[in-house]
T-cell receptor
Framework: DAGITQSPRYKITETGRQVTLMCHQT?????MFWYRQDLGHGLRLIYY???????DKGEVPDGYVVSRSKTENFPLTLESATRSQTSVYFC???????????FGPGTRLTVT | AQTVTQSQPEMSVQEAETVTLSCTYD???????LFWYKQPPSRQMILVIR??????QNATENRFSVNFQKAAKSFSLKISDSQLGDAAMYFC?????????FGAGTRLTVKP
């Protein structure tokens, strides 16, 4: 089915571990985004990508790494997870000319 | 940096009544879009309505309408004939070509 998917949906990891959250979209949207959602902050932009091999920092990029070798995939890596990165992570995509974003179902990440 | 402020952490409305959620934003750009997203308990982010800054006419989608005051940088959402299914978190969002910001959200309760 067409859409945007995230995996895993739930993840528990330990402090210092590397973890990668996956995002895949089937619309061939140019733009993709990663957000984190924490109580009292709404959604905050971590990184975004305007096209394959083009990525830019958002509001809270520290501690995260992204890549985009293919248009449809936009993985987010926490190279050394910290407890402050416990959050719900959302991936989103949008077309070049259409500015609304379509969101994935989210990944709840807990760092112990 | 652009900011989005939702001054009402919680709102309540009686079923079939009308409620207005407030949002203000700060930007120096002239070309941008504004959105309202709904997040029910399922956590899925759902687009409710969008407004292009260059359009003077307020956007309307069925029972949802906005009051866009560009000079005042205000973008409120009016929900008419409220239904139980409208209960959710509502997020105001701003998007320009290189930035995306969300407000902290307003939790809407609908009383039967």
């Amino acid at each position: 089915d067409a859409g945007i998917t995230q995996s895993p949906r739930y993840k528990i990891t330990e402090t210092g571990r590397q973890v990668t959250l996956m995002c895949h979209q089937t619309w061939s949207h140019s733009y993709m985004f990663w957000y984190r959602q924490d109580l009292g902050h709404g959604l905050r932009l971590i990184y975004y990508s305007a096209a394959a091999d083009i990525t830019d920092k958002g509001e809270v990029p520290d501690g995260y790494v992204v890549s985009r070798s293919k248009t449809e995939n936009f993985p987010l890596t926490l190279e050394s997870a910290t407890r402050s990165q416990t959050s719900v992570y959302f991936c989103a995509s949008s077309g070049l000319a259409v500015y609304e974003q379509y969101f994935g179902p989210g990944t709840r990440l807990t760092v112990t | 940096a652009q900011t989005v402020t939702q001054s009402q952490p919680e709102m309540s409305v009686q079923e079939a009544e009308t409620v207005t959620l407030s949002c203000t934003y700060d930007t120096s750009e002239s070309d941008y879009y504004l959105f309202w997203y709904k997040q029910p308990p399922s956590r899925q982010m759902i687009l409710v309505i969008r407004q292009e800054a260059y359009k003077q006419q307020n956007a309307t989608e069925n029972r949802f309408s906005v009051n866009f005051q560009k000079a005042a940088k205000s973008f409120s959402l009016k929900i008419s004939d409220s239904q139980l299914g409208d209960a959710a978190m509502y997020f105001c969002a701003y998007r320009s070509s290189n930035d995306m910001r969300f407000g902290a959200g307003t939790r809407l309760t609908v009383k039967p």
